[in-house]
Structures are given as structure tokens and as C-alpha cells.
């Protein structure tokens, strides 16, 4: 079993849905992060999340650690949004784990 | 602007020959530096973690010999891809993160192909 869990694998919606990525991570950890990765390849760091809720925009990240799951969340999603969303969480000695991710795809 | 530049952002080379990826830090000290590589279609994969003045920590499975990692100056860190082959040629990207927030920050990415 993968240390951090990402689910789902692929999400396909409509422009304009409420988009939901969820993590789930077994490891103790010192920070999560969520990055999205677009079709070039370059990466982005959306989030950085020790406990709580943050948002920027459009985009929602929440984390519970004594459930060690985390989501992220877009609202009025758009095209552009296409991407793939990685969860990645930082554990105690200092080793970032990597979800698989989950590719996202807005139609319009 | 970028906080991390990775250049060049793709290269093609002869199989033989050695490429040399550089990441520079813009705004701060990157004491850190990580190093990985994607195939298609598939999640990065670390190769390499180098610290400023040190030698890098590689993981299982890369040769350390084949993937040159030079990390001499706080704001940069250089990846040479040495003797390359057309199996090296994959996306190679650069990462560090800021000791006193946590961020993590990305170069650019690579991409090299390898004839």
C-alpha cells in the first residue's frame, strides 16, 4: 500500500462543476502539499498545508490530521484547470512522498 | 517570476554525449536541492537530493556516475547527464524548498532526447 493515496486516478467533468481530489497519507508528517503539474510539464506548488483550510482563488485545500486526509477543492471549474493535481506530504525525516495524482480534465 | 530557473528547457543530443541541466535559486538560499526525473505518463521520480558543499545523496537504483550532481554555490545546483543514451531521455526537473516556510519551488523543467 502506497504511503499517500490519491483519489481518483482521473476525473473527467463539465466546465463550471465543483471539482473534489482527495488524499489520504499513513506516514506522520511535518507538512502536505498540493502541486499542479501542466501538460508542459512544469510544476506549481498551489498549497502547503500544516492543519486547517486555505484558500487562493478558486481553490480550496482542507487537511485533517487526525484522519490524515486532505482535499483540494475548485470551484466553478474551468478548462483551464486541466492539469494533474499531486498530493505530496512531507514526513518526519524530512523525505517528500509523492501521490500518484490525478489528472483532471475540464470540458467545455 | 520564477523563484527557481532550470535551463535549458529541452535539449536533443547525440547518444554518447553529456548534457548539463543547471537550477538556479532567485530568491534565496537554496541549501537543498532535489533532483527528478518523469517518464511519460508516470509520477516524478526522485533521483538525487544534493545540499550546498556536500556530495548528493542518490537513490536506489540511479547511478551516481551517470547523473553528475554538482551543488557548489547556495544558488546553484547543476545535473550532467553524463555518457547519455536514448533510455535518459525523460523530463528532468529541479526542486528546493525554503528552510524558513516550508515552500516547495520548481524549476522549469527539462526535457531531453537523447538520438
Known amino acids: 500500500k502506497n504511503e499517500v493515496e490519491q483519489s481518483p486516478q482521473n476525473l473527467t467533468a463539465q466546465e463550471g462543476e465543483f471539482i473534489t481530489i482527495n488524499c489520504s497519507y499513513s506516514?506522520?508528517?511535518?507538512?502536505l502539499h498540493w502541486l499542479q503539474q501542466h501538460p508542459g510539464g512544469g510544476i506549481v506548488s498551489l498549497f502547503m498545508?500544516?492543519?486547517?483550510?486555505k484558500k487562493h482563488g478558486r481553490l480550496i485545500a482542507t487537511i485533517n490530521i487526525q484522519e490524515k486526509h486532505s482535499s483540494l477543492h475548485i470551484t466553478a471549474s474551468h478548462p483551464r484547470d486541466s492539469a494533474v493535481y499531486i498530493c505530496a506530504v512531507m514526513d518526519s525525516n524530512y523525505q517528500l512522498i509523492w501521490g500518484a495524482g490525478t489528472k483532471l480534465i475540464i470540458k467545455p | 517570476g520564477a523563484v527557481v530557473s532550470q535551463h535549458p528547457s529541452w535539449v536533443i543530443c547525440k547518444s554518447g554525449t553529456s548534457v548539463k541541466i543547471e537550477c538556479r535559486s532567485l530568491?534565496?538560499?537554496?541549501?537543498?536541492m532535489f533532483w527528478y526525473r518523469q517518464f511519460p505518463k508516470q509520477s516524478l521520480m526522485l533521483m538525487a537530493t544534493s545540499n550546498e558543499g556536500s556530495k548528493a545523496t542518490y537513490e536506489q537504483g540511479v547511478e551516481k556516475d551517470k547523473f553528475l550532481i554538482n551543488h557548489a554555490s547556495l544558488t546553484l545546483s547543476t545535473l550532467t547527464v553524463t555518457s547519455a543514451h536514448p533510455e535518459d531521455s525523460s523530463f528532468y526537473i529541479c526542486?528546493?524548498?525554503?528552510?524558513?516556510?516550508?515552500?516547495?519551488?520548481f524549476g522549469e523543467g527539462s526535457r531531453l532526447t537523447v538520438l
Open positions: 506516514v506522520g508528517i511535518s507538512a
Open positions: 530568491d534565496f538560499q537554496a541549501t537543498t
Open positions: 498545508l500544516s492543519s486547517g483550510k
Open positions: 526542486s528546493t524548498d525554503r528552510v524558513d516556510t516550508g515552500e516547495l519551488f
